[in-house]
């Protein structure tokens, strides 16, 4: 059986401890819980006809003031990059987070998520700047954490990925 380390990174609050529980144990919380540092969890899944386990690195959020330390991203196989679409200024902090793992710790397979689809109507991302990471060959889902939508197939994608 294979293991892969993969992070989730991404601004606080976009809902990457959610969608991890979301994808984990099939439960979602409105409760809003700062995760200080790192937690880890697991799954198993089956990508073709091998058995994956992830082993899923929920890493605190960024902001102005703290930077994701990227000793935590060493010896990962890829990234979860999340943003939340409610909050435009987060793709921006996803950026800047991929292109600091990009520089520090090289390339390496990720998926963009842009979290909160149960709030479209109240998007604040637009679909310009996503047409254009798209078209600079990043791959950009829409998950939701409350609802569940998205959030087997970003994991299983990433996962997918990591195998081929």
Not at 89 to 115: D, W
Not at 129 to 140: D, F, I, N, R, S
Request: charged share 20%; hydrophobic share 50%.
């Amino acid at each position: 059986m294979l293991q892969k380390k993969v992070c989730v990174l991404g601004a606080f609050g976009v809902g990457k401890t959610t969608l991890i529980r979301r994808f984990v144990e099939s439960i979602f919380s409105e409760a809003y819980l700062t995760t200080v540092g790192v937690k880890v969890d697991k799954k198993t899944l089956t990508v073709g006809a091998q058995y994956l386990t992830l082993i899923l690195w929920d890493i605190a959020g960024q902001d102005e003031v703290n930077a994701v330390r990227m000793s935590y991203v060493r010896g990962a196989a890829g990234y979860l990059l999340v943003a939340d679409g409610t909050r435009a200024e987060t793709l921006t902090v996803a950026r800047s987070i991929h292109a600091r793992v990009v520089a520090e710790v090289g390339l390496m397979p990720f998926l963009l998520l842009l979290n909160k689809a149960d709030l479209h109507e109240s998007w604040d991302i637009s679909s310009e700047p996503v047409a254009v990471l798209e078209e600079a060959g990043w791959v950009v889902l829409r998950t939701s954490a409350k609802t569940g939508e998205g959030v087997e197939e970003a994991f299983q994608g990433l996962a997918q990925r990591l195998v081929s």
